[in-house]
């Protein structure tokens, strides 16, 4: 199954920064979501963005998605303390099975 | 959403028994669910898929004799890890809901054999 790859692997920014990881992927797809998975948990879906979209917004999140590069971006904006978590895209190849191949993740760590 | 529960949370095993992971879907009608694995610092691999009523799917690689799958009613898919080895130890993920839109996660549960 596709691995998107996610840059940067680990990300440390200070309370009220804002953070930015991307996610490439190797094929079509029908949609990407981003999840957010705190330490030794499940997996919080926060956004899906379709293919036939370009950007999607929710609260303080800002996903975008370029097919023709094959890479999507998630935008936290003024983050917090309760942001500090591992962060994974996962793309939705084959229509229909709603099979998820994940990306390797981000880890984000947010410093009061 | 929907809801997704785990059973046990965690649960540490000697090598060579077995081991029975529940997943519940608490208020939806979950016909499909997934169970996927995580090692430390990585991240999740699709095991295989859980059909109620039917035969489970397994990704290339997952070895059905090893991992059962028992998906028996819409609010249950059971993995039981056969004869566990210490290479085993993982966290277990199970997923179910609305796949049109997104999948729904259980806390998780982690194995540790010795």
Redesign the interface.
Known sequence: SQQGEEDPQALSIQEGENATMNCSYKTSINNLQWYRQNSGRGLVHLILIRSNEREKHSGRLRVTLDTSKKSSSLLITASRAADTASYFCATDATPNDYKLSFGAGTTVTVRA | ?AV?S?HPSWVICKSGTSVKIECRSLDFQAT?M?WYRQFPK?????MA?SNEGSKATY?QGVEKDKFLINHASLTLSTLTVTSAHPEDSS?Y?C?TGD??????????T?LLVL
């Open positions: 959403g997704v785990q499909t997934f990585q991240s999740l691999m699709l898929t990704e966290f993920i997923s796949f049109r839109e997104t999948q729904y996660f259980g806390p998780g982690r």
